[in-house]
């Protein structure tokens, strides 16, 4: 395994002593009373896994569940640790594509040990968390675990932000009468709704998580100090679903109105288009009786030609003007 692939951090009392030391030192530090141990692995192998297992005593089935690709968001208790695993979330309005990135994270008494199957998740960004909030480290694992599911909501406030953004701009666009933008709005309605949905299956799990690591906290020493900042984590995880929901509410309205306003420009087109129909008939039945092979009014007579032309133009122009005033045409 690359050396890049492993990120590494201890604490003393608080205080970060070292970073990116060996892997092979996090069990020696984990015998310490006074140390927080951070380990943090990207894309490991199976035999690291295992051996990590053995070492920390994590239960295999929260293992297994770290590497599967498509666990859903949960917190499970275990005999020695607690095991978490989240999906963080990027939205990109240009090419209307959700993102998503797995972080699992094992709790310990004295250490967590985070797991990402990819790069997609920025694992620097709770660095900085923590570093911000240094004089949190003292309350050891809960506030590293705050820091990491802190800087996953708040992303899913960005990405739902984006989202929201996006649907503004398809309302802007509903009733344009332009062909081009109506069969736009329709592929970007379809991309968003696709978006949304794989964003409320993140964002609406994290609930449950959230609430579990809080019942968990309250039962730990010193839990109390972190009450605050987790019942502050529990709301903004609440709001960010119940603002996907509104959305998929805004979405589904958009996607229904496109329906019925395409429904309503076939209406107008097929009105016009008898309107046209109707006009076009009277010449055609005038020229077609006049054209029949027996003696009429003005036959061959210049003024049978004329009385037949004004005949045309009147009766036509009348069913225009007709049309015109009901707003067929």
């Given at each position: 395994?690359?050396?890049?692939?492993?990120?590494?951090?201890?604490?003393?009392?608080?205080?970060?002593?070292a970073?990116?030391?060996?892997?092979?030192?996090?069990?020696?530090?984990?015998?310490?009373?006074?140390?927080?141990?951070?380990?943090?692995?990207?894309?490991?192998?199976?035999?690291?896994?295992?051996?990590?297992?053995?070492?920390?005593?994590?239960?295999?089935?929260?293992?297994?569940?770290?590497?599967?690709?498509?666990?859903?968001?949960?917190?499970?208790?275990?005999?020695?640790?607690?095991?978490?695993?989240?999906?963080?979330?990027t939205?990109?309005?240009?090419?209307?594509?959700?993102?998503?990135?797995?972080?699992?994270?094992?709790?310990?008494?004295?250490?967590?040990?985070?797991?990402?199957?990819?790069?997609?998740?920025?694992?620097?960004?709770?660095?900085?968390?923590?570093?911000?909030?240094?004089?949190?480290?003292?309350?050891?694992p809960?506030?590293?675990?705050?820091?990491?599911?802190?800087?996953?909501?708040?992303?899913?406030?960005?990405?739902?932000?984006?989202?929201?953004?996006?649907?503004?701009?398809?309302?802007e666009?509903?009733?344009?009468?332009?062909?081009?933008?109506?069969?736009?709005?329709?592929?970007?309605?379809?991309?968003?709704?696709?978006?949304?949905?794989?964003?409320?299956?993140?964002?609406?799990?994290?609930?449950e998580?959230?609430n579990?690591?809080?019942?968990?906290?309250a039962?730990?020493?010193?839990?109390?100090?972190?009450?605050?900042?987790?019942?502050?984590?529990?709301?903004?995880?609440?709001?960010?679903?119940?603002?996907?929901e509104?959305?998929?509410?805004?979405?589904?309205?958009?996607?229904?109105?496109?329906?019925?306003l395409?429904?309503?420009?076939?209406?107008?087109?097929?009105?016009?288009?008898?309107?046209?129909?109707?006009?076009?008939?009277?010449?055609?039945a005038?020229?077609?009786?006049?054209?029949?092979?027996?003696?009429?009014?003005?036959?061959?007579?210049?003024?049978?030609?004329?009385?037949?032309?004004?005949?045309?133009?009147?009766?036509?122009?009348?069913?225009?003007?007709?049309?015109?005033?009901?707003?067929?045409?």
């Amino acid at each position: 395994m690359a050396v890049g692939d492993v990120r590494t951090r201890v604490w003393r009392n608080g205080i970060l002593e070292a970073e990116n030391f060996p892997l092979d030192d996090v069990s020696d530090y984990l015998e310490q009373d006074d140390v927080l141990i951070w380990a943090d692995l990207c894309s490991p192998d199976a035999e690291l896994l295992d051996r990590l297992a053995d070492e920390l005593s994590l239960d295999r089935h929260a293992v297994e569940d770290a590497v599967e690709m498509h666990e859903r968001p949960k917190a499970s208790r275990y005999a020695s640790h607690t095991f978490i695993t989240t999906y963080a979330i990027t939205y990109n309005p240009q090419t209307s594509e959700l993102r998503t990135g797995r972080v699992s994270a094992f709790v310990m008494p004295r250490g967590v040990m985070t797991v990402r199957l990819d790069r997609e998740f920025d694992i620097e960004a709770v660095v900085r968390e923590w570093d911000d909030n240094a004089d949190l480290m003292k309350y050891g694992p809960k506030a590293l675990v705050h820091g990491l599911l802190d800087v996953i909501v708040d992303g899913y406030f960005v990405a739902v932000t984006a989202l929201d953004d996006q649907i503004d701009r398809l309302e802007e666009l509903l009733f344009d009468d332009n062909p081009k933008v109506a069969r736009e709005l329709q592929r970007n309605t379809f991309a968003l709704r696709k978006s949304l949905t794989e964003a409320r299956r993140t964002i609406l799990p994290m609930r449950e998580v959230v609430n579990t690591v809080m019942r968990r906290v309250a039962e730990l020493e010193n839990g109390p100090e972190l009450a605050a900042y987790y019942e502050d984590l529990y709301d903004h995880v609440l709001r960010a679903a119940e603002w996907t929901e509104s959305l998929r509410d805004m979405i589904t309205s958009i996607f229904e109105t496109n329906l019925s306003l395409s429904d309503t420009r076939m209406n107008l087109i097929m009105k016009k288009l008898t309107a046209w129909a109707a006009i076009i008939a009277v010449p055609t039945a005038i020229t077609g009786y006049f054209g029949q092979n027996v003696p009429y009014p003005g036959f061959a007579r210049h003024w049978g030609f004329y009385l037949s032309v004004t005949t045309i133009v009147v009766v036509a122009g009348s069913l225009y003007g007709l049309f015109k005033r009901k707003d067929w045409l």
